[in-house]
């Protein structure tokens, strides 16, 4: 009780974590406004059952709790959302408290996760507590960055980098304090799942009907405290076929500058955010309405690797066929609600530079599989850097890569044991994507695929069918047909079967569909490119 008291005088929770006063932030606070569900048009079978089980056992505990942000906007557009936030006036550690399997995590933001089910079939509700809105001018101030401030943020709950950007904000507050600390109208609106009432602060639902993406308060501001926001200002309005504000959009290129300080691995989790929306291609030509893919050296974009790519595929048709193939299959798969993999995607956009540093690397007098090796190093160091997860998104970048020499020999032991990889269904299908673009023959997909899915018959035929051919084109004097005329496996070089031969991870096995059934599971293989499986 005293405890308690002494931090009510201090300003602090029962946790001891700073409250903001309820008169802070007022000027920055909207109107409230109650919508319902005639106004609003919110389906109630939308809502995911876990997300109400969420807010159901808050409110039974005697908080606030409503579903929030993007998952409140996309149920309005008539979308069922893929994830769903709930925000409540509960603490962190009072939520935890409320479920069995519940984590706390996040520095910058402490948010809570409340996990459903187990494996790859689990879900997490992800649960924030209400923010004060704080102006930069009222937090501590460290001259660094989130590596080089460790200690000084120790302790912190609301701090800022010299340039205003936020690196702590766990300061608590009422909800019209939290819905002006939101980024955009469509984001600040809070759906109460048991009344069907949302929540309306800065005409979120106005603006959601006029496809209009605008920005809470001061977008420079805004764009000061998280630089990010440049990069979710172009996904919403790729995903959402939005316009932006006029006042949202001026601002964003002379900003963009700000995102140099944001460390590299959240970048590079934006981007790749980006790309897997589903409206990869609407993304990449967002970014260049807006002025944020490179120019040329003089005019850097805000993704140097994005940068690279594509300015290499303007000057190549043939890479730039392939990227935009490699795209629009995973904007496909989004849409069919089927899993994509960053190691793919990655995988597809930076191919022919590995092609290219192979080729350069075999010319110096490598023999091939060294050279790969090489090749590939020299990308990974030059585009990818030293990010979080590279280990694990390189290995699977490695293996979908090595696996493409290996489909050129169909002899021997090679075919039955590339097959049993783990990783083959991402190197098939990055194969079968580079037969769609004429990199390779079409017939070498086919037989990787019927070879895939037939039984021990099936297979000795094939076999016995691709050394005829051998023999024909090597009788012919078409040795290096069988890759397609391509530059960097003609002649037949091939890599040893033991190039993809990593450890294999345990996995379930594929069932094969019965004999007579291969046409309907051929159908499922070729339809799960962008890397299903494990890649």
């Known amino acids: 009780m005293i405890k308690r008291l002494i931090n009510k005088l201090l300003g602090k929770g029962d946790d001891g974590t700073p409250v ?15 919508v319902a569900q005639a106004e609003h048009g919110i389906d109630p079978a939308l809502v995911d059952d876990r ?9 039974e505990a005697g908080y606030e709790a409503y579903i929030v942000g993007g998952a409140v906007r996309d149920m309005m557009l008539g979308l069922r959302p893929k994830d769903f936030d709930v925000a409540t006036n509960a603490t962190p550690e009072q939520v935890k408290g409320l479920f069995r399997r519940a984590f706390i995590i996040g520095r910058r933001f402490r948010i809570v996760h409340v996990v459903y089910g187990r494996g790859r079939e689990h879900e997490v509700i992800e649960v924030s507590t209400f923010r004060a809105y704080l102006d930069s001018a009222a937090a501590e101030q460290v001259a660094g960055n989130e590596k080089t401030s460790k200690a000084e943020l120790s302790g912190k709950s609301h701090v800022v980098d010299a340039s205003g950007r936020v690196l702590r904000d766990n300061v608590w507050g009422p909800q019209h304090e939290d819905a002006a600390r939101r980024d955009f109208t469509v984001n600040a609106l809070y759906y109460n799942p048991q009344t069907q009432i949302v929540v309306d602060y800065h005409g979120g639902i106005a603006d959601a009907k006029k496809r209009l993406l605008r920005m809470i308060g001061d977008p420079v501001t805004r764009y000061r405290e998280d630089p990010v926001r440049i990069v979710r200002v172009v996904r919403f309005a790729a995903k959402l076929g939005f316009e932006i504000e006029p006042k949202t959009r001026a601002p964003m290129r002379e900003c963009a500058a700000l995102l140099e300080a944001v460390p590299i691995s959240r970048l590079f989790d934006e981007m790749i955010k980006l790309l897997q929306t589903g409206h990869a291609l609407a993304s990449i030509a967002q970014l260049r309405k807006q002025g944020l893919l490179g120019a040329g050296p003089d005019a850097p974009g805000i993704f140097p690797l ?9 000057r190549n ?15 496909r798969r989004v849409g069919e609600d089927k899993p994509v993999a960053p190691s793919f995607l990655l995988a597809c956009l930076l ?26 190093d020299g990308v990974f160091d030059m585009r990818i850097g030293d990010i979080s997860g590279r280990g694990k998104l390189g290995t699977d970048m490695r293996e979908i890569w090595m696996m493409q020499p290996r489909f050129e020999r169909r002899s021997g032991s090679t075919p039955l044991s590339l097959v049993e990889q783990p990783r083959f269904r991402a190197g098939f299908d990055f194969l079968r994507l580079r037969a769609d673009t004429g990199e390779v023959e079409p017939e070498l997909a086919e037989w990787w695929e019927d070879f895939s899915l037939g039984d021990d018959e099936e297979r000795r035929a094939l076999l016995d069918l691709a050394r005829e051919q051998d023999h024909g084109r090597r009788a012919a004097g078409g040795a290096a047909g069988r890759s397609g005329g391509h530059p960097a496996i003609a002649g037949g070089e091939v890599v040893p079967d033991s190039v993809s031969d990593a450890p294999a991870k345990k996995r379930r096995r594929r069932r094969r569909k019965p004999a007579g059934g291969a046409g309907a599971a051929g159908e499922a293989l070729v339809g799960a490119s962008a890397g299903d499986g494990d890649a």
């Open 317 to 331: 048709p043939a890479r730039a066929a392939f990227i935009d193939a490699a795209l629009a299959d995973t904007d």
């Open 51 to 59: 997300a109400l089980k969420v807010v159901a056992t808050l409110h």
């Open 351 to 376: 191919w022919h530079e590995v092609l290219v540093g192979w080729e350069r690397a075999k010319a110096q007098g490598e023999p091939p599989f060294p050279a790969l090796q090489l090749a590939i």
């Open 20 to 34: 903001a006063r309820p008169d802070k932030g007022q000027a920055k606070a909207g109107k409230r406004v109650e």
């Open 306 to 314: 994005l940068d690279a790519v594509l300015a290499d595929a303007e």
